[in-house]
C-alpha cells in the first residue's frame, strides 16, 4: 500500500513530441505528489509538484494531471526537447509518511 | 547548484572495509536525508536526520549508520562493504522535517566496493 509504480521504464520520443510517464498508488492519505528530474551525474531536482485540490498544475511546458478517483498522476512533457532528456521520479507523501518514490522513467528525446 | 555538498566525489575500496560519506545541508536546512541509487535503479531512501535527531528510518541495512552533527552536517558510515553495496550515494537536505518541503540533492558519491 505504501508503493508508487511508475511506468513506462524508458521512453523514447521524438523532438517536438509528448512524453507522457505515468504514476499510480495504493494510499489514500497521499496529498502531496512531486515530480523530481535527474541529469546524469547529478542529483535530482524537484521539477513540479500538485496537491490533490487539483486536477492538473501546468508550468511551461510540463504538466501534472491528477486523478483521484483512479489514484493515478502523470507527468506529461509538451514539446519534447534533447535537453529533457533524464530520469524522471514521480514521488508521493503525507503529513505522516515518508516520501515514497517510484521506480524512475529514463526519457530520451531523439533530436 | 543546490548548495549541498558531498565528499567524497569517488570512493574506491575493498570488500570488508569501512567508509564514511559526509554530507553538508544547504544552510538554514535541518533535515537531512540519505539516499541510495545503485546503477539504473530508483532511489532508496535510508535514513533521515532533523536537527541532530533521527527522523524516520528506511530500508537501510544494520552495517550502515549516519548520524547529525551539532553543525547539521551528516555523516554516512558503510561498514563490512561487500560488492552490493557498490552505488550512488544522494545526501538531501530540506528546511523542515515536514514531508511537503522540496528536497534539494547533493551531486553524490560514487563508492565502488571491489
Not at chain 1, 535530482?44 to 498544475?57: M, T
Request: charge should be neutral; include cysteine; aromatic fraction near 12%.
Amino acid at each position: 500500500q505504501q508503493q508508487v509504480k511508475q511506468s513506462p521504464q524508458s521512453l523514447i520520443v521524438q523532438k517536438g513530441g509528448i512524453s507522457i510517464i505515468n504514476c499510480a498508488y495504493e494510499n489514500t492519505a497521499f496529498d502531496y505528489f512531486p515530480w523530481y528530474q535527474q541529469f546524469p551525474g547529478k542529483g535530482p531536482a524537484l521539477l513540479i509538484a500538485i496537491r490533490p485540490d487539483v486536477s492538473e498544475k501546468k508550468e511551461g511546458r510540463f504538466t501534472i494531471s491528477f486523478n483521484k478517483s483512479a489514484k493515478q498522476f502523470s507527468l506529461h512533457i509538451m514539446d519534447s526537447q534533447p535537453g529533457d532528456s533524464a530520469t524522471y521520479f514521480c514521488a508521493a507523501s503525507a503529513s505522516n509518511y515518508q516520501l515514497i518514490w517510484g521506480a524512475g522513467t529514463k526519457l530520451i528525446i531523439k533530436p | 547548484d543546490s548548495g549541498v555538498t558531498q565528499t567524497p566525489k569517488h570512493l574506491i575500496t575493498a570488500t570488508g572495509q569501512r567508509v564514511t560519506l559526509r554530507c553538508s545541508p544547504r544552510s538554514g536546512d535541518l533535515s537531512v536525508y540519505w539516499y541510495q541509487q545503485s546503477l539504473d535503479q530508483g532511489l532508496q531512501f535510508l535514513i533521515q536526520y532533523y536537527n541532530g535527531e533521527e527522523r524516520a528510518k528506511g530500508n537501510i541495512l544494520e552495517r550502515f549508520s549516519a548520524q547529525q552533527f551539532p553543525d547539521l552536517h551528516s555523516e554516512l558510515n558503510l561498514s563490512s562493504l561487500e560488492l552490493g553495496d557498490s552505488a550512488l550515494y544522494f545526501c538531501a537536505s530540506s528546511v523542515d522535517s515536514g514531508t511537503y518541503s522540496e528536497q534539494f540533492f547533493g551531486p553524490g558519491t560514487r563508492l565502488t566496493v571491489l
